[in-house]
């Protein structure tokens, strides 16, 4: 059984920047795919970014594509997000999620998430 924890989150001004890190523990993690997803007040959970299990390949939604890239540390069982250009609307909590297999965009696909981490970005 996996376990996820995220770090990273807080408090920035819009156009600024965070990166965000989830450490994976348990089975091995470059058997997983990972994602971050994302939940707003009052919205559903949304896909963000996910990446592959060796990490070359990634996906991102239309609305980080080109300000947010993924990445993954294999040897160190950890998995990023490095948020650049951060915009109000993506004021939300994070979450770091693990499949086994392929990547993908959809949050029931995924087995272990993490707890969820606050981003707040003011205007």
């Known amino acids: 059984q996996a376990q996820l924890v995220e770090s990273g989150g807080g408090w920035v001004q819009a156009g600024g920047s965070l990166r965000l890190s989830c450490a994976v523990s348990?089975?091995?993690?470059?058997?997983?795919?990972m994602a971050w997803f994302r939940q707003a007040p009052g919205k559903d959970r949304e896909f963000v970014a996910a990446?592959?299990?060796?990490?070359?390949?990634?996906y991102y939604s239309r609305s980080v594509k080109g300000r947010f890239t993924i990445s993954r540390d294999n040897a160190k069982n950890t998995f990023y997000l490095q948020m650049n250009s951060l915009k109000p609307e993506d004021k939300a909590v994070y979450y770091c999620?693990?499949?086994?297999?392929?990547?993908?965009?959809?949050?029931?696909?995924?087995?272990?998430w993490g707890q969820g981490t606050q981003v707040t970005v003011a205007s």
């Open positions: 348990g089975p091995t993690f470059s058997n997983y795919s």
């Open positions: 999620a693990a499949k086994a297999g392929g990547g993908s965009d959809a949050c029931d696909r995924y087995d272990y």
């Open positions: 990446i592959n299990r060796s990490g070359g390949s990634t």
